[in-house]
C-alpha cells in the first residue's frame, strides 16, 4: 500500500487542522493505521492509531481529548483531525500503516508502509 498524507500547514495555537491519508490499492481495510510525529531535534513519536474497522482508537496522552483519528474504508482514508493546537504539536506528522501490531499499535517497528509526512507549524 502506498500512502499519501496532506492537510499540513501553519494554524495559530488554539486552531485547528484535519490531517488526511489517503492510500492506494484495494486492501485498505486490512491494515491498522497509525499517525506519528517527528519535532525537530526529537525522535519520532507515536500519536494515534486506529483498527482495521474504527471500533477501536488509541491515543498518547499528550493529545488525547483534543486529537481524533477516523478512517473511511470506502474511501482508502485515515483521518486526524486536531483541535486546540499548541506550539509543541510542532511536527512532522507521518501516517503509517500496519498489518498488524497486536498490542504495540504505538511501536513505529510494527508499521510496514509509511506517507512522506505533512508539516504542522502551530504558531503562539
Known amino acids: 500500500v502506498q500512502l499519501q498524507a496532506s492537510g499540513g500547514g501553519l494554524v495559530q495555537a488554539g486552531g485547528p487542522l484535519r490531517l488526511s491519508c489517503a492510500a492506494s490499492?484495494?486492501?485498505?481495510?486490512?491494515?491498522?493505521m497509525g499517525w506519528f510525529r517527528q519535532a525537530p531535534g526529537k525522535e519520532r513519536e507515536f500519536v494515534t492509531a486506529?483498527?482495521?474497522?474504527?471500533?477501536?482508537?488509541y491515543y498518547t496522552d499528550s493529545v488525547k481529548d483534543r486529537f481524533t483519528i477516523s478512517r473511511d474504508n470506502a474511501k482508502n482514508t485515515v483521518y486526524l483531525q486536531m483541535n486546540s493546537l499548541k506550539p509543541e504539536d510542532t511536527a512532522v506528522y507521518y501516517c503509517?500503516?500496519?498489518?498488524?501490531?497486536?498490542?504495540?499499535?504505538?511501536?513505529?517497528?510494527?508499521?510496514?508502509?509509511w506517507g512522506q509526512g505533512t508539516l504542522v507549524t502551530v504558531s503562539s
Open positions: 490499492g484495494r486492501t485498505f481495510s486490512t491494515y491498522v
Open positions: 503509517a500503516a500496519s498489518i498488524y501490531t497486536g498490542s504495540y499499535y504505538n511501536n513505529d517497528r510494527k508499521y510496514d508502509h
Open positions: 486506529i483498527n482495521y474497522s474504527g471500533s477501536r482508537t
